[in-house]
Each structure stands twice: as C-alpha cells, then as structure tokens.
C-alpha cells in the first residue's frame, strides 16, 4: 500500500512540475512580449488598426493661350455614415431632420433615409454608404445638416473625396490635351500635354489618418489631415479655343461629307512655331467621329504632291535650274527601269516650265527634274532633306512620334528607281507636322521654328518655367530661293490644281496633296490620302496649316486634295481672316485702369495683354461652376442646388483677386 502511495506522489510530482514549467515558459513569453518585442507588437497593431492614406493633389489646370480652361480636377464627394458613433439622444433628436433634409437634397424620400439610419443603428453598421459623387455644394451643404454639424465624432458623418479630370470645352483637341493614367498592370500611360507634362501638374501628395473599423473599412480619425496636399503648377498651353473651334469643326464637317476614315489639321503661328489648333478625328463603329490617335504628331505615311516643295527648294537652292526651265510631260507618262511614272491629269500637260509644273502638280516634270539634276550625285538631293530635318522626329515632348522614313544612297531600300519616286512625294515617310514644319519655315523667312504646345509654367501669376520658340534651322534656303517659292506656291491657288480655293477676299499659298497609301498592297487595301499644305495671308504669313483626310470615299471621284483637304484650309483661313475678335477692347480697358492692374488674374498678360474673363457659367451644373471658378482663384458663394441660372458677376468681366461671385442655381 506504501508502494502505491509513493507512485501516486511521484506522479503528483511530475505533473506539478510539467505545471511548473508551462507557467514559467507563459510568463517568460509574457515577459518577453511585453518588455522584449513589446514595442513591436504594439506597432503592429496600430499599423493593423490604424494608418495613413495617400490623399492625391490635385493636379495643375491646363489653359489656352486666351486663358480658357482646357483641362481642370472637379472635387467628387462620398458621404458615409457611422451609425454608433452618435449618442442616443442625438441621434433620437436629429435623425428625423437630417432624413428631411436628405431628401430635399438628394431627392429621395425621408421615410426611405429615415428607416436606412435606423437599420444601420440597429445592425450597428459603422460605414454605411449615403451618397457618392456630390459635387463640392452639395458636400458643404450635407456637412450643415442636423447631426452631420456635431462633427465625424459625434455626428458620424464620413466624408471620402477624389478628384475627376474634366475638360469643359468637351472632347476637341483632347488626344494633345491628353492624360496621365495607369494601365492594368500599373504601367504610366502619358499621353500630351497632360502626359509630357506631368511633373508639374501633378502636385504632392497629402496624408490622412485613419483607424479601422469593421471589415476592412477605414474611418478618418479627424477632420485635419496630417499632411495638405498641394496642387500641381498650372500649364499654358499655346492652343487659341476659337481657332480650334474653327479647324475641329471644318475638319469634322469635311469627314463627314466624304465619310472617310480619319484625318487631321494643325494651324501653327508663323513665327513662334506656337499651335494655335490641332485636330485628330477617327470614325469609330458607328460613324460618330471622335479624338482617338494623334495623327499629326503619330502617323509617318508617304506624303505624296506636297513633298514636292523639297524638290523645288532643292532645285533651287543648289543653283540646278530655274523655274523657267521647261519640260515636256510625254503625255503624261514617263518611265524609269521600266516602272511609269503617270500625272494625275489624262494625256499629261504638254511642254511646261518648272514651275507651271509645280503648280498643276505634274509627277512627270518634278520626276524628271529631280532625276536629271541628281541622278549622277543622288547624296546632293538626300543631304538636302536631311539638311530640312525631315529624316528625323522633331523631337516633341509628347511620347509616340511617328518616324521619319528618307531612304539614303548605299544604304538598304535604295534602288534605281527611288530617286523618281522620292521626287513625287513616295518611298519616303513623314509626319503631317514635319510636312507642315517645313511649309512654315518658307512663310517664316526661312527660319525653321518647332512646333510649341505650352508656352509657360505657372504658379498663379508667377512664371516657373517659360518655354520661347526653338529654332531649328535659321536658314533653309538663300533669300532669292525664298522669293520664287513663296511664288509660286502663291500661284497654285491662283491658277493652279488648288484654284477652287481662291479668293480676292483673302490671300493664301500652299500645295495641294494626293497620295496612294498601301499601293503596293494587292488585297484591295489602297486607299487615298487628300492633304494640303501652306499658309496664310500669302503676302505676310500669320499663319501656317496643315489638313490631311485619309480615306475619303471616291464613289464621288473626288479624292484629291484641292476636294477634299483643301476647303477645310479654306474655311479655317476665311474665318480666322474675317471672325477673330478683337481685343482692343480689352486692352483699353486695362490700359484705363492701371490701379486695378495688380489685382488682375491672368497667365498671358505679357503675350496677349488681356486677362482672364469670367466664363459664361449659365446651364452649368453647379459642382463644375464652383470647381471651375475656385480653380481660378475666386470665393464662390453658391445658393440652391442644380445647375446655374444666374451669376452675380457677368460673363466678359475681368477676373479680380478675392472677389465674390454668386451663383443662383436651379
């Protein structure tokens, strides 16, 4: 019995000192975790319950060379409720008041807010969704309502903003316009002017804290942010709105008519190299035509008749002939290695000069002249290209510029025959803003100026970064050259294959454009280009322009491009001609009021010396109108809800640092 005692004793033993062991290991892991890794645990589960969140800045605003807004962020609210964190006295005293006022608001009915709250309470629902995309006077005024006014901590109203990129003259000109987004595998995706220029736009970032609450939902710990964002720079772009007005809806029109494919139109002041307008159309599916590629900029393709222009500066320049130089069109056909080369016209146009040739757009007599000055030293002819630039990108700021194509001599793709074909605008490639580059340089005296999208950076009305035109050739070709070409290209609207431009009204000078595109092909895939080239007013050019249509239909035969580009350069030289407005209006204005000069908000007052004006806001919905006049640095007072009927400052007026406007909306 003795035995059996001791047995059961050690075993009490051993099970008190497994006991022993096992509170010993607790305690010292307890130790361990709150003195040892304490601090790492307790980290932990702040992380786990409570961290920052990235607030994104809003970005800079794009503007027109005239101070209208292309581009600019519009606030856009989420209201989230948290049903516990109101006591029940003031949730039982407020909450039938805020369902009334919901529903005025928001147009649903306080019966249906009403039991939602009361649901929310009972299921004790700390993230219940209210409303989402209110604009910023709808979000001020639910912040004064009953409840919501004691704040997120008693009130439990949870406010979520983000920011949408709005473009309020609509979709023209929107692919340079462009974005900054990111694809589906967090690849940046710049595009334009909002892409190129990103840096500045883009502002920094804020931070705001939260603590978790239930089922991965974050409520914001305070009203304050721990860090502000801060907005992007602002761009100034060189883009006028009434002359893109003008060119997007000429180009549109002409699509239409002809149902082609696509096509584009850029109008570039002279001198600076500064687009005032650029136009991208494509058809999409169901005939609507819309901004989808930047083709001027994108889309390297055989120029065809208004390549010719090289030939004649060339020519010239190199002291090979005169324009005087006649040749015989052969009937219209001449051949090389037993490849023709055919003019347009039927029987071709008997003995011509050089440049009657020019002007009618005679493939044989640029052909022949081109062969017979340069067949024995065809590098002469190359280099000159070269020389012009257009065997290489411009080297824009915007990603996907088209590539040049200029076969050389020795070189893979030369043959026999290209020299010809070079002479009438094929085996080569370029862009339709390197064609109009060059068509600028004739009307600039020579002077070969990039193309200039923004003009400046800016901080309100401080310069960060200004942009002045860059040259890229100060002198393509001697001042004599100069004086015939501009001739010349004079004469093929006069009386040449771009004669149904014509008017005594107005002067203008160009060449008229037709290429085969995928001639080569042999599934039916040929297609037309129709283009022109040149600029206005011929005699002292403001400006150059460039029209290309691909694809219109030639069930009308009329393809070419005095048909189809030509009347799109036509309407845009006649309405820039006849309907800019003045601004001496403007400028006497400010000029009568030095006291209220510094007072004026403007971004080219040095260019244009006109300021900013208030918008036209009538029928604009009322969180776009806020948006849109705070981003111009205006207090806004807005009164109802629904979009504007009336502004207490009118439409035309200058805009004043610190001023008040009130909207009245409906």
Not at 88 to 99: A, T
Not at 249 to 273: F, S
Not at 571 to 594: C, E, G, H, W, Y
Not at 647 to 663: C, E, H, V, Y
């Amino acid at each position: 019995m003795a035995i059996e005692d001791r047995n059961i004793l050690k075993r009490i033993y051993v099970i008190a000192l497994v006991i022993l062991i096992m509170v010993t290991a607790v305690g010292v892991k307890l130790t361990n975790i709150q003195w040892v890794e304490g601090a790492y645990y307790r980290k932990l589960a702040k992380e786990r319950s409570i961290k920052n969140f990235i607030i994104p800045a809003n970005r800079g605003n794009v503007y027109s060379s005239d101070g209208s807004l292309l581009a600019t962020s519009i606030p856009k609210y989420t209201i989230r409720f948290d049903a516990l964190a109101p006591s029940k006295e003031n949730f039982d005293s407020y909450i039938k008041d805020l369902s009334d006022s919901l529903s005025v608001l928001l147009k649903k009915s306080s019966s249906t807010y009403l039991n939602d709250f009361r649901k929310a309470r009972a299921n004790k629902n700390r993230y219940f969704l209210l409303a989402k995309d209110l604009s910023y006077t709808q979000y001020a005024t639910v912040k004064n309502f009953p409840l919501f006014n004691l704040g997120p901590n008693k009130g439990g109203m949870i406010t979520e903003q983000r920011t949408v990129r709005e473009h309020p003259i609509g979709k023209i000109a929107a692919r340079t316009i462009g974005y900054e987004r990111y694809d589906d595998n967090g690849n940046l995706l710049p595009v334009g002017i909002e892409g190129a220029f990103g840096k500045y736009l883009n502002g920094k970032d804020g931070k705001v804290l939260k603590q978790k609450i239930a089922q991965g939902q974050w409520k914001p710990i305070r009203d304050n942010n721990e860090v502000e964002p801060q907005d992007g720079y602002d761009i100034v772009s060189t883009i006028d709105v009434y002359i893109q007005d003008i060119a997007h809806h000429a180009l549109l029109k002409q699509l239409i008519e002809y149902d082609a494919d696509h096509g584009c139109v850029v109008v570039m002041e002279t001198k600076t190299g500064a687009v005032k307008a650029i136009s991208n159309l494509g058809k999409d599916k169901d005939g609507s035509y819309y901004e989808t590629i930047n083709y001027a900029v994108a889309e390297s393709h055989e120029p065809g008749s208004t390549f010719k222009l090289v030939d004649l500066i060339a020519l010239l320049d190199d002291e090979k002939i005169d324009t005087s130089k006649v040749y015989n069109t052969n009937g219209g056909v001449v051949t090389y290695r037993g490849r023709k080369v055919r003019d347009s016209h039927e029987g071709g146009y008997g003995k011509i000069s050089l440049a009657r040739g020019f002007e009618v757009s005679s493939n044989t007599v640029m052909a022949q002249a081109v062969y017979e000055n340069y067949n024995k030293n065809p590098k002469q002819f190359v280099d000159r290209i070269n020389n012009l630039g257009l065997n290489k990108p411009l080297g824009l700021p915007f990603k996907g510029e088209g590539r040049a194509y200029i076969p050389q001599p020795g070189e893979n793709g030369w043959s026999t025959i290209t020299l010809p074909w070079m002479a009438f605008g094929y085996n080569v490639s370029v862009t339709p803003l390197q064609t109009l580059t060059l068509y600028n340089a004739i009307a600039n005296n020579g002077e070969m100026v990039k193309p200039l999208f923004v003009q400046e950076v800016k901080e309100w009305n401080k310069t960060i970064k200004k942009f002045d035109k860059q040259i890229i050739n100060p002198k393509i070709c001697s001042d004599e050259t100069l004086k015939k070409v501009r001739a010349v290209l004079q004469n093929v609207v006069k009386r040449g294959t771009g004669s149904k431009l014509y008017s005594k009204d107005f002067s203008m000078a160009g060449k008229t454009g037709t290429a085969k595109v995928d001639y080569h092909k042999t599934d039916g895939s040929m297609y037309y280009a129709s283009s022109f080239a040149g600029y206005f007013p011929a005699e002292n050019p403001k400006y150059s322009c460039i029209v290309v249509v691909h694809k219109p239909n030639t069930s009308k035969n009329n393809y070419y491009g005095a048909d189809v580009a030509g009347p799109v350069f036509k309407r845009i030289a006649q309405k820039v001609f006849t309907d800019v407005p003045s601004t001496n209006v403007v400028k006497n204005l400010k000029k009568n009021n030095p006291a209220q000069d510094k007072n004026y908000l403007t971004y080219n007052d040095k260019v244009n010396k006109k300021p900013i004006s208030i918008p036209n806001l009538r029928g604009m919905s009322g969180m776009d109108a806020v948006a849109l006049l705070e981003n111009l640095g205006m207090k806004v007072k807005a009164i109802g809800v629904g979009k504007v009927k009336k502004q207490s400052i009118q439409a035309g007026q200058p805009i004043l640092k610190n001023n008040t406007i009130i909207l009245e909306l409906s």
